[in-house]
């Protein structure tokens, strides 16, 4: 999907599919990258604008915690408690771990206002592949998200061009 922003509003510009082999994806593991940036390259070449790309995980491949806080944190204190939760979470594995993060405010239904921290961890084999095989093709990954939060926020951008009863 290529998407163009002009006066704040961002408008879907065109949208492709590129078919793959069988066997180059197995269980949404790339597993002949060369073959994938192939794909992708022939998929590019109908336009030849687009330098950055984003992708998305299946949310079966990642982990999202929400740990709870008294206050809002400083951005590298948010950091270093995100790393210290993966770490005590997974130890075995923390060192091959990618994480993100992000402070979310929301209000009870009392009134009181409560933070969380809200952790996503990944493996580092889930995402190095699928950026690496981008680069291969000429992209450079800026955005790697979660599908169904990526879906969510990018319905609104799409949802206009859709047929009538689309929701149904």
């Known amino acids: 999907v290529q998407l163009h922003r002009a006066l704040g509003k961002t408008q ?15 269980e949404d593991a790339i597993v002949n990258a060369s073959a ?53 979470s997974f130890p075995e594995l923390a060192k091959s771990l990618m994480l993100d993060f992000a402070q979310v405010d929301s209000v009870a239904q009392s009134g009181e206002k409560k933070y969380f921290l809200l952790l996503v961890v990944a493996r580092k084999e889930d995402i190095t592949p699928r950026v690496d095989s981008l680069q291969q093709a000429g992209l450079t990954t800026k955005i790697v998200d979660v599908d169904y939060y990526a879906l969510e926020r990018a319905y609104p951008l799409f949802a206009s061009q859709l047929s009538a009863g689309h929701e149904n």
Request: overall charge positive.
């Open 12 to 26: 879907v510009l065109t949208a492709d599919v590129a078919g793959l082999p069988v066997g180059i994806v197995v």
């Open 36 to 88: 994938f940036s192939d794909a992708v390259k022939k998929m590019l070449a109908h336009q030849s604008t687009a330098q950055n790309a984003s992708i998305a995980l299946a949310g079966s491949k990642v982990v999202i915690k929400q740990i709870p806080l008294e206050k809002r944190l400083s951005d590298d204190v948010a950091e270093t408690l995100a790393w210290q939760e993966a770490k005590r």
